[in-house]
């Protein structure tokens, strides 16, 4: 069974940093990127970023290009998104996903989603 739990959200200032974690479980990460998407209200669904689990490989949005960081640690089955000069619009639900390997970054080739965790920017 594929699992996917997101956590690390929270209430944080304009200028603050966060850790976002998705500890993965049920599926080889060599075969499939890891990635996050979020939601605001109001808004799509949205990638910001993702990373390969064979070659980690990452690709940014461009809106977060600079200030987050993707890394995965494949022995715990973890990703990690460092969020640092966090932006009021950066408030947002994030989900992590599990896309297949060759898929475009978009929410309608994700394979399985994450609950989501939500983030909230304060100014």
């Known amino acids: 069974e594929v699992q996917l739990q997101a956590s690390g959200g929270g209430l944080v200032q304009a200028g603050g940093s966060l850790r976002l974690s998705c500890a993965a479980s049920g599926f080889s990460f060599d075969d499939y990127a890891i990635g996050w998407f979020r939601q605001a209200p109001g808004k799509e669904r949205e990638g910001v970023s993702c990373?390969?689990?064979?070659?980690?490989?990452?690709y940014y949005a461009d809106l977060v290009k600079g200030r987050f960081t993707i890394s995965v640690d494949n022995a715990a089955n973890t990703v990690y998104l460092q969020m640092d000069s966090l932006k009021p619009e950066d408030t947002a639900v994030y989900y992590c996903a599990v896309i297949p390997v060759g898929s475009y970054f978009r929410s309608s080739d994700v394979d399985y989603w994450g609950q989501g965790t939500l983030v909230t920017v304060s100014s």
């Open positions: 990373i390969s689990g064979r070659d980690h490989s990452p």
